[in-house]
């Protein structure tokens, strides 16, 4: 099954040209019963990587290391930063606070 009877079929396939009969002999004999049957694909040689499957593994990788990388710069600056500081409480909040625990106030 060469090129050429491939590179035929798919003339023949794609245009509306009028083939000798001899150019219809060959394919046939070159191709058989596998034309007939649809087992064309089967016996294509596969050359490289389908390139969908390369873009997928591109992009999953490059996911992967996104997160990885965002994991360990977390992990790191849970060790290397210090605690956040607590913003102060107003005096107002103070006094509402004691007020509600049921000490009074000074100077009340």
Do not use: C, H
């Not at 007939?36 to 390139?51: H, M, R």
Request: without cysteine; glycine residues 8%.
């Amino acid at each position: 099954m060469g090129k050429r009877a491939l590179n035929l079929f798919m003339i023949m396939e794609t245009s509306t040209k009028a083939y000798l009969p001899q150019e219809l002999a060959y394919v046939k004999a070159e191709w058989g019963q596998d034309l007939l049957q649809g087992n064309v694909i089967k016996d294509a040689d596969a050359k490289g990587f389908n390139p969908g499957l390369i873009v997928l593994l591109l992009v999953v990788g490059l996911l992967l290391v996104f997160l990885v990388g965002n994991y360990a710069l977390y992990v790191y600056a849970q060790k290397t930063l210090p605690p956040r500081k607590k913003k102060p409480v107003s005096k107002k909040k103070m006094k509402k606070e004691r007020l509600k625990q049921g000490v009074s106030a000074p100077g009340e």
